[in-house]
């Protein structure tokens, strides 16, 4: 007995200093963290809220900045240190710190230099990349090979048709869905918004259209539609990300989620099955036909690499998703806005009416006409960026330069591996750049406006490359349902005695899952008289 005594004595004044050792090295790491940022003012925390720990609990100081920091906090943080740059620290798992940015000048520099200065931390990215390796979680020249294979598919042509299949959708929306019915209640606008889109990327982008009715039937050999295949797994990435396969099947959400992902790779996989066997001669310039080419080596030139397999897959489930997702979520948010500002959307009808008097239905050639509705989009995005934080890694030592709130000049230094984070709601909140930022104004996107305090769909050489895709759809769909249609929020009984800016929070309240989602959303859509 005395020498297991002795024994397990000796092991835990082992454990104990092994541990007190891995204190100390923890310590020095951060303190020559803080020493090489020269103690840039910011965040100190245990957890770094990048890892899955750290974005497990709420924001709590010094413990973590928990999920969707930047968009909860937007500007605050800078406002209150005096400068558009601030840092993070934090020593759990593992010394980390970075550099949130919202400053417009740094993040132009950042995202327009050559040479890999500033790269993405693909790691960041792991979970995109279930279904193969693709054009969002890529670097260097994988990157470059991915644009290049897609780039033919977002054309004037294809923009044209994006247009032409919005409009078709949207009437095919009031002639069946809504046939004989003054008023429409929706109890959450992403199940208007969400089909939509799908329709949309689906037919333009993938020449697989969708009818309303179709949307509602479960095709033979599936359990699920498309649909609900498509956004249960863009709910469950981090679920599949942290659960083993041999677990999927403990609880009803992980066999909900295991059978939507199967569900999913079956549609994609028909989806390219389908394309080859029926020699496709719609629309042979769009996203799929430029996906399937790269697949085919009979296609390609000398020196071109095959698109795999898995990144043929991986790279149409990431362009569904960016291509639906995206633009389901910032058309909810423009529905809300507009109903929470009825002046706006009467003076956004007035528009319309005075560019079609007529009454016609609009064309792709009266796009450039429409710019209160192209306006009101891009404030919902200003107002609700799709993602929050723009990834990068200081590939070198170098130093930003920019000025504080007092106008005096700062110079940030940035070692070697840091972690950058592109602050997108600390811009687009940003007063230096948008005047009264809390406010909807869509009207400040009808004059001169910094295109660079601009980050929806990212930034420089890697901006989205179907941004017009997704700008032409959001004014489609904005036009023709204004003009047919008034927006307002539902009345609910257990909401009675709320005040407007109460209100106002409800049904505005976000948070991100894959991308910044409306909480829950309902609306009224009534018929114009």
């Excluded at 949130?100 to 931390?121: H, Q």
């Excluded at 009031?174 to 109890?187: K, L, S």
């Excluded at 993938?206 to 863009?234: C, E, M, N, Y």
């Excluded at 005695?497 to 009224?524: C, M």
Aim: with cysteine.
């Amino acid at each position: 007995m005395i020498v297991t005594g002795l024994s397990l004595g000796t092991l835990s004044i082992l454990a104990c200093s092994v541990a007190a050792l891995r204190a100390l090295q923890l310590f020095l790491d951060f303190r020559r963290l803080l020493a090489s940022i020269h103690h840039l003012p910011g965040y100190r925390t245990i957890l770094e809220s990048s890892t899955v720990l750290g974005n497990l609990f709420p924001r709590t100081p010094l413990l973590t900045l928990g999920h969707d920091h930047s968009w909860l906090s937007k500007h605050s943080p800078f406002a209150e240190r005096g400068l558009d740059i601030i840092s993070t620290a934090a020593c759990w798992p593992k010394v980390m710190g970075s550099l949130l940015i919202a400053d417009a000048n740094v993040i132009k520099d950042i995202v327009w230099s050559r040479g890999g200065r500033f790269p993405k931390p693909l790691g960041r990215y792991a979970i995109l990349n279930f279904f193969g390796e693709n054009i969002v979680a890529s670097e260097g020249n994988e990157w470059k090979r991915y644009r290049k294979i897609v780039a033919p598919a977002f054309s004037e042509r294809n923009n044209r048709l994006v247009w032409d299949t919005t409009t078709q959708i949207m009437l095919d929306l009031f002639d069946i869905m809504w046939a004989g019915q003054e008023e429409v209640v929706v109890n959450h606008s992403v199940d208007l918004t969400l089909p939509i889109a799908l329709f949309v990327i689906g037919a333009a982008g993938f020449g697989r259209p969708i009818s309303w009715k179709d949307d509602a039937v479960v095709p033979l050999g599936h359990q699920l539609t498309f649909k609900d295949a498509l956004h249960t797994v863009t709910q469950e990435l981090t679920l599949k990300l942290l659960v083993p396969r041999w677990a999927m099947g403990l609880t009803k959400r992980f066999r909900r989620a295991r059978l939507a992902f199967d569900e999913l790779h079956q549609y994609l996989t028909e989806m390219i099955h389908e394309r080859r066997g029926s020699q496709h001669e719609g629309n042979n310039n769009d996203l799929l036909s430029s996906l399937l080419s790269a697949n085919d080596d009979d296609n390609l030139s000398k020196g071109e690499v095959k698109l795999s397999n898995s990144e043929l897959i991986g790279n149409i489930f990431i362009f569904l998703v960016a291509g639906h997702e995206t633009t389901a979520h910032t058309l909810s948010f423009a529905f809300a806005l507009l109903a929470l500002h009825p002046d706006k959307q009467e003076e956004m009808y007035q528009h319309i009416k005075r560019v079609l008097p007529d009454g016609r239905i609009p064309t792709y050639d009266d796009m450039p006409s429409l710019a209160y509705s192209s306006a009101v989009f891009n404030e919902a995005l200003r107002m609700f960026p799709p993602a929050c934080g723009v990834p990068k890694t200081s590939a070198e030592d170098t130093t930003f330069t920019l000025t504080d709130a007092n106008g005096t000049l700062k110079t940030v230094v940035v070692p070697k591996g840091l972690g950058l984070t592109l602050d997108v709601p600390g811009l687009h909140y940003n007063p230096k750049y948008w005047e009264d930022p809390f406010a909807f104004k869509p009207e400040r996107f009808l004059g001169d406006w910094n295109r660079d305090a601009f980050l929806a769909f990212s930034g420089g050489y890697r901006g989205c490359v179907g941004r017009k895709f997704s700008e032409t759809e959001g004014a489609a769909v904005l036009t023709i349902l204004i003009s047919q249609y008034t927006i307002s929020i539902k009345d609910e009984p257990q909401f009675a005695g709320e005040t407007y800016e109460q209100r106002k929070a409800r049904v505005l309240d976000a948070q991100s899952t894959l991308t910044l989602a409306p909480t829950r959303l309902p609306l009224v859509f009534r018929r114009r008289t």
